[in-house]
């Protein structure tokens, strides 16, 4: 469909009818180094089934515009308010200051104010997947699960492999939503974090996407839910994992299936060789954690059952395409000046309920939590002590995954978010790099995060 230059639309067919409310989705490509888009947050009605929900969007779309820009491109994004509550926008995964009008999360947006973010994306900032949202602390989780997020591609050295640029693309975010939501959180989402019951791909219940009869298939994918997991399958298919959150890996990787945390994207190649017919993408389940002494009062379930959340066609017989051999090279950091631990865990706190906290300390953002130095190369330790999964994630910087419970990591990649499952330990490594200034490193179920598991991180 879009070859690696880009077509403004998105074009996939849907076979639901869309509502009158419902906008084409409008996406925005540079163009001779700039990228300048206007982006209004606001109410934005959406019809998923029988539902009518009253969701919020940027630019009236959810999932938001998709953005793309190349290295060395500047983009400037007119942000404007229009809910009734404070927002922001942070850059999910980008190269970029954390500073100024760049990826600054302290930047707060009352609500019919405007801001203009403007940056310029480093010339040898890596092609990849990542993501744009609200980031204004407390109210985070609430503005995302409304609907508030959207895609920034960065086109780069991935695209230009031949058996890449071939490939036909699709872009595949994932939101769930709830048509009933509850001012009173039951515990058990006070606990995991709130998931809703409809679950979209590109804000639609169950799309369809047809596979085209030559060619590899490049699906890039986005978990941009606030709590839940997806743990995916398509009918057996393999998936070819060619990049993970921070950009390529050195040569595609073979999976049967893909689990993706909260905040974490990937892309894949599908060869599409089977008998023409349709396929489903499942959601598995997946179990992320029980609530500890909470268990035994029946809270204790957080796997989803088996669900269809799309569908392949396949509609002529598909001719086999070969893969790329390799993509592009990765080079392990050096050995780390530092070791530093994090402990995770959750606690009750008398005036706020349920808190999250990171070395038993909830967010503060007068605290400075860790002092690094620029260029210095540190371990990062994530003891997961509590009963659930937490997604890590940290700003600015993409780190490799070292070890978990001491095991090496087998895949060398360059994540930004990794998920530290119950009883876990983590080790990362992280450069910091280019940049310096205050930034926040936080558990990407937003639940959490706006409960207290993040911390602040100055660079200098
Ligand atoms: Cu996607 Cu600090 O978050
Ligand atoms: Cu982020
Ligand atoms: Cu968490």
């Known amino acids: 469909m879009t070859g690696a230059s880009g077509t403004v639309l998105l074009s996939q067919c849907s076979h639901k009818t869309l509502s009158r409310s419902q906008t084409f989705p409008q996406n925005y490509i540079s163009q001779d180094g700039l990228l300048s888009v206007d982006m209004v947050a606001q109410e934005t009605p959406m019809q998923l089934g029988r539902n009518r929900l009253k969701q919020w969007g940027y630019n009236g779309q959810i999932p938001g515009p998709r953005l793309e820009a190349k290295p060395g491109d500047t983009i400037k994004i007119n942000f404007q308010n229009q809910l009734p509550q404070t927002s922001n926008l942070h850059y999910h995964g980008l190269h970029i200051p954390p500073t100024g009008t760049a990826d600054n999360v302290f930047v707060a947006v009352p609500p019919g104010e405007q801001f203009s973010y403007e940056f310029t994306l480093p010339k040898k900032h890596p092609s990849g997947t990542f993501w744009y949202h609200p980031h204004y602390h407390g109210q985070v989780a609430e503005q995302v699960f409304k609907g508030l997020a959207g895609l920034l591609i960065v086109r780069g050295e991935l695209d230009e492999i031949p058996e890449i640029q071939a490939a036909s693309e699709q872009f595949l975010v994932f939101q769930d939503f709830t048509a009933n939501p509850n001012p009173n959180l039951s515990r058990g989402a006070i606990m995991l974090g709130r998931e809703g019951e409809l679950v979209t791909v590109n804000g639609k219940l169950k799309p369809e996407f047809s596979i085209p009869t030559q060619g590899l298939v490049r699906l ?106 390799t993509l592009i090279p990765i080079t392990p950091l050096p050995e780390p000046q530092t070791l530093r631990q994090f402990t995770l865990n959750h606690g009750m706190n008398p005036g706020m309920g349920m808190v999250f ?104």
């Open 220 to 325: 890039h994918l986005l978990n941009a839910s606030i709590s839940r997991f997806y743990r995916l399958s398509l009918d057996e298919h393999p998936f070819y994992l060619i990049a993970t959150d921070g950009g390529a890996i050195s040569e595609p990787v073979e999976l049967t299936e893909l689990l993706l945390a909260p905040g974490e994207r990937v892309q894949v190649l599908i060869q599409g060789d089977r008998p023409p017919s349709q396929y489903q993408l499942l959601s598995l389940p997946y179990d992320r954690g029980t609530m500890g002494m909470m268990g035994h009062m029946g809270l204790s379930s957080s796997s989803n059952p088996t669900q269809a959340i799309a569908t392949f066609n396949y509609t002529e017989p598909v001719a086999p395409t070969p893969l790329p051999k």
């Open 357 to 460: 906290l990171i070395n038993n300390q909830a967010f503060n953002h007068q605290r400075i939590d860790v002092k690094a130095k620029l260029n210095q190369i540190e371990d990062w330790e994530i003891i997961n002590l509590g009963g659930m999964d937490h997604p890590f994630h940290i700003h600015v910087n993409a780190f490799q995954i070292i070890s978990r419970n001491q095991t090496p990591e087998p895949l060398l990649a360059w994540k930004d978010v990794v998920n530290v499952r119950r009883g876990e330990t983590v080790r990362l490594r992280i450069q910091y790099q280019d940049f310096i200034g205050k930034t926040v490193y936080h558990c990407h179920i937003l639940d959490h995060e706006d409960r207290g598991m993040m911390g602040i991180l100055e660079i200098a």
